[in-house]
C-alpha cells in the first residue's frame, strides 16, 4: 500500500497550489480520503474529506471557500486545490485513506507528506 503526496513547495502569500496523492495497493474506489496537515508545534488537522465516490465533501472551517478537494478514481488519485494561500497554511499536508465497514475502522493508511510553506 502506497499514498504518495506531490505537488507542495514555497509560495507566496495570496498565491496557490494543487496538490495531489497518488494511490496503490488497494482499491482506491472504496475508500474514504481525507487531507489532513500538521504545522510545526501543532496537533494533526483535518483539512479536508471527500467520500469514495466523490459526491459529498466537507472541509475545516478554516479553509472554506479557498480549499477544493477532489478525486479522479479511475486514475487512483485525490486531489487539494488551494487558493489564497496564507501564512498559517503553512504545513506538512498528508494523505489519508479510510475504509470503514459500518462504524468499524477496517484499514487507515498515510501517505508521507508535503511540505507547503506560505512566505513571502
Known amino acids: 500500500v502506497q499514498l504518495v503526496e506531490s505537488g507542495g513547495g514555497l509560495v507566496q502569500p495570496g498565491g496557490s497550489l494543487k496538490l495531489s496523492c497518488a494511490a496503490s495497493?488497494?482499491?482506491?474506489?472504496?475508500?474514504?480520503m481525507s487531507w489532513y496537515r500538521q504545522a510545526p508545534g501543532k496537533e494533526r488537522e483535518l483539512v479536508a474529506a471527500?467520500?469514495?465516490?466523490?459526491?459529498?465533501?466537507n472541509y475545516a472551517d478554516s479553509v472554506k471557500g479557498r480549499f477544493t478537494i477532489s478525486r479522479v478514481n479511475v486514475k487512483n488519485t485525490m486531489y487539494l486545490e488551494i487558493n489564497s494561500l496564507k501564512p498559517e497554511d503553512t504545513a506538512v499536508y498528508y494523505c489519508?485513506?479510510?475504509?470503514?465497514?459500518?462504524?468499524?475502522?477496517?484499514?487507515?493508511?498515510w501517505g508521507q507528506g508535503t511540505q507547503v510553506t506560505v512566505s513571502s
Open positions: 489519508n485513506a479510510r475504509l470503514w465497514r459500518g462504524t468499524v475502522l477496517v484499514y487507515n493508511y
Open positions: 471527500i467520500n469514495s465516490a466523490g459526491g459529498g465533501t
Open positions: 495497493g488497494f482499491t482506491f474506489s472504496n475508500y474514504f
